[in-house]
């Protein structure tokens, strides 16, 4: 039989994944506000100026149970092609603009949008690809238990510089343990790694190489 001090635990986590989340996220995006929408307008005004149009960089990607949203960034990249008329690599086409964004992680601000409208959350597991969804492990795919995040427990754990094994589990660790505590630790350590600008890519690619799934 469980514990009274197991079962009051287990009521506290149930109670803030049904709203106690929502209120975080909403508070937070109250706080921030004053002090998030002049950087939205400065950077907007930048990236018009410098890459044109459109400012804005959107992405299908899977959310809470794999349903779909269209996830907003600050676009980081031209659009140049090759001599066919295909894009050139994200490495190639990635601008030194956007790697200045990116390195302070300012091309994400556009998502607190999609906290706003509740298809993400503050902390949770990165929104990824559509194609990733058919190469997760039955393991690896419980990271979409949770709404996606801005940030994540795999990011401040390392972001770009992990493997995609090792972000998949911290991910799926994540899910089984949130609670308030660990949010507001995960928020107080991004706005450290952001400062230190760790982890942003990986060696020799734009962010992360494709992830391709487990090789068997």
């Given at each position: 039989m469980?514990?009274?001090?197991?079962?009051?635990?287990v009521?506290?986590?149930?109670?803030?994944r049904?709203?106690?989340?929502?209120a975080?996220?909403?508070?937070?995006?109250?706080?921030?506000s004053?002090?998030?929408?002049?950087?939205v307008?400065?950077?907007?005004?930048v990236?018009?100026?410098?890459?044109?149009?459109?400012?804005?960089?959107?992405?299908?990607?899977p959310?809470?149970?794999?349903?779909p949203?269209?996830?907003?960034?600050f676009?980081?990249?031209?659009?140049?092609?090759?001599e066919?008329?295909n894009?050139?690599?994200?490495?190639?086409?990635?601008?030194?603009?956007?790697?200045?964004?990116?390195?302070?992680?300012?091309?994400e601000?556009?998502?607190l949008?999609?906290?706003?409208?509740g298809?993400?959350t503050?902390v949770?597991?990165?929104?990824?690809?559509?194609?990733?969804?058919?190469?997760?492990?039955?393991e690896q795919?419980r990271?979409?238990e949770?709404?996606?995040?801005?940030?994540?427990?795999?990011q401040?754990q390392?972001?770009?510089?992990?493997?995609?094994?090792?972000?998949?589990a911290?991910?799926?660790?994540?899910v089984?343990?949130m609670?308030?505590?660990?949010?507001?630790?995960?928020?107080a350590?991004?706005?450290?790694?952001?400062?230190?600008?760790?982890?942003?890519?990986?060696?020799?690619q734009?962010?992360?190489?494709?992830?391709?799934?487990i090789?068997?």
């Amino acid at each position: 039989m469980e514990s009274a001090a197991a079962t009051r635990s287990v009521g506290e986590t149930s109670a803030y994944r049904r709203w106690g989340k929502r209120a975080l996220d909403l508070l937070g995006l109250l706080v921030a506000s004053p002090f998030v929408l002049p950087v939205v307008m400065i950077v907007a005004l930048v990236v018009r100026l410098q890459l044109g149009s459109p400012v804005f960089f959107r992405q299908v990607r899977p959310g809470h149970k794999a349903k779909p949203f269209t996830l907003l960034k600050f676009r980081t990249m031209n659009s140049v092609r090759d001599e066919q008329g295909n894009l050139l690599s994200d490495e190639k086409r990635l601008t030194k603009l956007g790697a200045l964004l990116r390195r302070h992680s300012l091309d994400e601000i556009p998502q607190l949008w999609n906290v706003l409208r509740g298809e993400m959350t503050l902390v949770g597991p990165r929104p990824l690809l559509l194609q990733y969804l058919d190469r997760y492990t039955s393991e690896q795919a419980r990271r979409h238990e949770a709404k996606p995040g801005i940030t994540g427990w795999a990011q401040v754990q390392g972001r770009n510089a992990l493997s995609w094994e090792e972000k998949f589990a911290l991910d799926v660790w994540y899910v089984d343990h949130m609670n308030w505590f660990l949010d507001i630790k995960i928020l107080a350590m991004t706005l450290w790694k952001v400062a230190k600008s760790e982890g942003v890519n990986q060696p020799g690619q734009a962010t992360a190489e494709e992830f391709r799934g487990i090789l068997r």
